[in-house]
């Protein structure tokens, strides 16, 4: 089974990018088995819940409210005072809730910005962007250029990999959102926008060929 750019309209995926996706996914999703329909519903639910429906390329780390950064990341953020001081500054705030982790080095090494969250899957932290480079590439273009996974054909693929490695399709087959998601995610964040997704491009899908 492939998709179509009647799918990707009905979905909604950001316009723009529809053709660069079409062509993308459609060149990939036989090489990673993702080519029956609760493969590819599942795989692609996880994907445009990652990047808003393809219109986001890298992880915004730009937060203007000091409260959403103690939602978001509440043992960094204990106080409002400590909030404050990384408010509208996406690369000293990248660099603090990822540092020491991923792969990623101290936060004066500038990996949690430079290793932020890019690509349809949001690839996050040194470890996954030297793992891809090497699985894609053979060497470590990924570290020294890791906007390279804004180019659809790296980032879907990126996504691909990480997908088959976390062994996905046999939890798509049998229709586990959850299982899916925790591979992914590391946890259920974003589960009722995550099932939302899957049952919309389970919709878009229901009449392309097997």
Known sequence: MKITIENLVEVKVKSSAQQDVLTAFNNLNDQYKVNNFLRIA?????????????????????????????????????????????????????????????????????????????????TTGKESYARFSKKIFNDNRLLDNPDLLLDINVGLQCAFIEWNDGSCNKFADADELKSITKIINGGLIGLDGRRLWLSTWKHALRNNPA
Request: with cysteine.
């Open 42 to 122: 599942h795989f692609m639910g996880q994907v445009c819940h990652e990047s808003g429906g393809f219109s986001i390329g890298a992880e915004n780390m730009n937060y203007t409210n000091p409260h959403r950064l103690m939602d978001v990341w509440p043992s960094r953020f204990k106080t409002l005072d400590f909030a404050n001081q990384y408010i509208k500054n996406p690369q000293k705030l990248a660099n603090l809730v990822y540092a020491n982790r991923m792969g990623n080095g101290d936060t004066a090494s500038g990996d949690g910005f430079k290793y932020r969250g890019r690509g349809p899957m949001q």
